[in-house]
């Protein structure tokens, strides 16, 4: 996939470690963005194991594999799903992205700009791991949020995420969303621990987006393919979800009309925010 793919308004998950939560925060902050009337693309970036339909709820026919082998483009291949979100899926065939030919490649490309002019948000869900073929996808994306737990093995695997997309992209800034915490106050207090070991060793800006508390329901909604934001909105984790949302959605507003866009990328111009308590 190379460098060439850039995403304006794309927003990466991604945690190092797996089964920390990132693929039902993606399908339920895409929904959330689309009660807000956002036109929302997930991209379901994880190759060996594509399963944002399953928690959607939907069954793709296509996946991004036939935009590379029969020519169609990315929204041939999507599939609506709850509210109007647009899928598409990555299929197993992704791990051949790197590989393609450049004029395959170029036709990805064309295609994502298509796709790009069709919605305000792309939501890209990333596969576990540290290795090129997921990290490609996160620096492609103009906003990164990282998801971390509170447990030493998520915190180990989300520094060493950040310190690759630091060291060898040259990104800066990343957003931290805890999941499964007990509480606001335990939420705030991993993300201050997890601040302080990535700030001890890298030159990064980490601001705390959100804290997705644990959550029973989830787990239902998990086991009927149907997500939490529209199964019950009310739900603990689907209020933070929805918030985040809004949050997002406020600061992206505020700054249409602005010259320079969020992005993670170091900006030339501006000097860091160290504090790490901006909302969005
Ligand atoms: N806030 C939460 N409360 C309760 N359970 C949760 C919460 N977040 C995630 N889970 C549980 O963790 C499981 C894994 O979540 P999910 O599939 O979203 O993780 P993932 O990071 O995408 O995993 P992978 O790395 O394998 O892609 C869910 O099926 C759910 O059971
Ligand atoms: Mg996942």
């Known amino acids: 996939m190379g460098t060439a793919i850039k995403f304006r308004n794309a927003i990466a998950l991604a945690s190092g470690k797996g089964g920390v939560g990132k693929t039902n925060i993606s399908v339920n902050l895409a929904i959330a963005l689309r009660k807000l009337n956002k036109r929302v693309t997930l991209f379901d970036a994880d190759m060996a194991l594509a399963n944002a339909h399953i928690v959607m709820g939907v069954q793709p026919t296509m996946t991004l ?6 020519e169609k483009s990315l929204m041939d291949v999507s599939t609506i799903g709850p ?5 598409i899926s990555g299929g197993s065939g992704l791990v051949e992205l790197m590989n393609v ?12 700009a298509e796709l ?3 919605c305000d948000y792309i939501i890209v869900d990333t596969a576990a791991g540290i290795e090129d073929n997921v990290l490609e996808f996160v620096r492609a994306c103009n906003r990164i949020m990282i998801i971390v737990v509170g447990e030493p093995a998520a915190f180990i695997d989300a ?13 800066y800034t990343f957003d931290v969303i805890v999941n499964r915490s007990r509480d606001d106050t335990h939420g705030i207090d991993v993300f201050k621990r997890f601040k302080g070991i990535v700030e001890r060793f890298l030159d990064a800006n980490l601001y705390h987006v959100a804290s997705i508390p644990e959550d029973n329901q989830l787990h239902v909604s998990v086991a009927r393919c149907n997500p939490i934001t529209i199964m019950n909105p009310d739900a603990p984790s ?3 979800i929805i918030t985040l949302a809004a949050s ?8 249409t009309n602005q010259i320079a ?14 504090s790490g308590d901006r909302l969005i």
């Open 65 to 70: 594999v036939d935009v590379l082998d029969h």
């Open 83 to 87: 509210l109007g979100v647009r899928l």
């Open 101 to 112: 030919p450049s004029e395959q490649r170029s036709r990805l490309i064309h295609s994502f």
């Open 116 to 118: 790009e002019a069709t």
């Open 159 to 171: 520094y060493a995420c950040i310190k690759i997309l630091h060291q060898n992209y040259g990104i």
């Open 238 to 240: 689907a209020r933070a």
């Open 248 to 255: 997002l959605v406020k600061t992206d507003d505020s700054q």
């Open 261 to 274: 866009p969020y992005s993670s990328h170091k900006s030339e111009t501006s000097e860091p925010d160290k």
